[in-house]
């Protein structure tokens, strides 16, 4: 699979204009939206904003001669950590160069409140709060099963974990999830 | 851990319960995932909008498609750009105030590696208030003096507020809470009033998470660049005098009880 992605850039970065194509939308793209995606949804950016991100760090990639993108070293890591790290500096660099956010109103106010009937907004809160709670890695899996709908073990090849920690960590995102929806005088089962 | 209690490995139900049935708590989140406005951001791009996105980022740096194709000489380079991104949808606008918003969490969550540059005016001095069962109590912006430890529990609404006179508009914070030699960098969401004054308020069970009763400390790193998190808890962890001068650690004691 690497070897097929290192064959892809090198002729992407030789000019050939579909293999970059190709690399871009099929390999980088979905690498920096993982990347992204839980720490922008946290915040409650939308999906354009996770759009402007995302083409935000290929175009970093791509300039100045795809500079960046030319740095990857196949000998020192796949491509995947590569790209998330530079959409982590992309998110840094973003950082420091925007205004201090306006003031919040609220400091409670979950960015998930929505209008639905009482027990469907609780439930949502409780999904911001697991959200929360996960850890890049965590998010990542319970992205890449409930969301983009990989099988556990097809989630755990992508995150580089053994099917068994994948499927651990499934049971104990679910047994938090369920303990929060206990009533507090109910220890969850 | 039996294979029945897995999830099911089909692209219908990835993670069915251990009944399995469709309830699994966890499907029910991704659709409320998918449901909710706020948190389409975690919602996967369609192949479609990565491949405008990946066009869209190609034409900016490359021009458009019609142009001569570069050689397949390993020499003949992507021609550079310099300009500016232009977004090509209009709502690029309508959600700054969202990216602001994210941005201020992102603050608080961002993995900093510690950067070579420095501003060269010095750090204006924060100090800390943090605000839990008992009345406020104020924290001294120097390790030394913890107080009287802030009483906390899961249900106290907890209020870590930093003020300083000059308030910096680049200013970033770290929240970490310290006990029994461990130091866990906490994320949680970060609010900045039109004053620079920088809080992070919440139910104290959801900001520290699973927690045990008894004594712990509260310690928020400020600066204009943070170390990321490795350097971060050995700063916390270290003495005293060992705090970088463009950065400032605050600390409070707190006292954690019915966790």
Same mark, same amino acid.
Not at chain 1, 45 to 70: F, G, K, N, T, Y
Not at chain 1, 132 to 149: C, G, I, Q, S, T
Not at chain 2, 26 to 39: F, M, N, P
């Given at each position: ?20 194509? =190709? ?28 759009? @402007? ?11 100045? @001669? ?38 919040? =109103? ?84 | ?32 995932? /998918? ?29 458009? !498609? ?26 690029? /606008? ?17 993995? $900093? ?12 001095? $924060? ?46 914070? /770290? ?6 030699? /461990? ?15 920088? !809080?992070?308020?919440?139910? !104290? ?55």
């Amino acid at each position: 699979m690497e070897s097929s992605i290192q064959e892809l850039v090198t002729r992407a970065l030789a000019g050939d204009r579909p293999a970059l194509r =190709e690399l871009f939308a099929h390999v980088i793209c979905p690498a920096v939206e993982r990347r992204l995606a839980h720490r922008l949804a946290l915040s409650g950016a939308d999906r354009a904003a996770l759009q @402007d991100h995302v083409q935000e760090v290929l175009v970093h990639l791509l300039r100045r @001669d795809a500079e960046v993108l030319r740095r990857w070293d196949p000998a020192r890591g796949a491509l995947e950590p590569y790209v998330a790290k530079v959409a982590d500096n992309h998110l840094i660099s973003h950082l420091r160069k925007r205004p201090p956010p306006s003031p919040t =109103e609220d400091l409670d106010s979950e960015p998930a409140a929505s209008a639905s009937p009482e027990q469907g907004a609780a439930f949502s809160h409780l999904v911001v709060r697991l959200l929360r709670e996960m850890n890049d890695n965590d998010a990542a899996l319970f992205r890449a099963v409930y969301l983009e709908e990989l099988s556990p073990d097809e989630a755990a090849v992508r995150l580089g974990i053994t099917r068994d920690a994948a499927h651990k960590r499934i049971q104990r995102l679910r047994a938090r999830l369920t303990e929060m929806l206990s009533p507090p005088n109910e220890p969850a089962t | 851990m039996s294979e029945e209690r897995l999830p099911r490995a089909g692209t219908g139900d990835p993670g069915g319960d251990q009944a399995g049935t469709d309830d699994d708590v966890l499907r029910r989140a991704a659709r409320e995932v /998918r449901a909710a406005s706020s948190l389409q951001a975690l919602v996967p791009l369609s192949a479609a909008e990565r491949e405008r996105l990946a066009d869209a980022a190609i034409e900016h740096v490359l021009g458009a !498609a019609g142009a001569p194709a570069p050689s397949s000489e390993p020499a003949a380079r992507i021609p550079a750009a310099v300009t500016p991104l232009v977004r090509p949808r209009s709502r690029a /606008r309508a959600v700054t105030a969202v990216v602001a918003a994210s941005l201020a969490l992102a603050a608080a969550l961002a993995l $900093y590696v510690h950067g070579d540059r420095r501003a060269a005016a010095p750090l204006a001095t $924060y100090a800390m208030i943090v605000a839990g069962e008992q009345p406020t109590r104020g924290a001294a912006p120097h390790p030394a003096g913890p107080g009287v430890p802030v009483e906390l529990r899961p249900e106290t609404r907890l209020v870590i507020t930093l003020a300083s006179r000059q308030p910096e508009r680049d200013v970033l914070l /770290r929240l970490v809470l310290v006990r029994g030699g /461990r130091a866990t960098v906490l994320d949680p969401p970060v609010a900045k009033d039109q004053a620079g004054s920088l !809080a992070i308020a919440g139910p !104290a069970a959801e900001l520290l998470g699973v927690q045990r009763d008894g004594p712990a400390e509260l310690v928020v790193v400020v600066g204009r660049e943070l170390p990321g998190d490795d350097a971060l808890r050995a700063l916390v962890l270290g003495a005293p005098g060992d705090a970088p001068r463009d950065l400032q650690v605050l600390r409070q004691a707190i006292r954690l009880a019915g966790f």
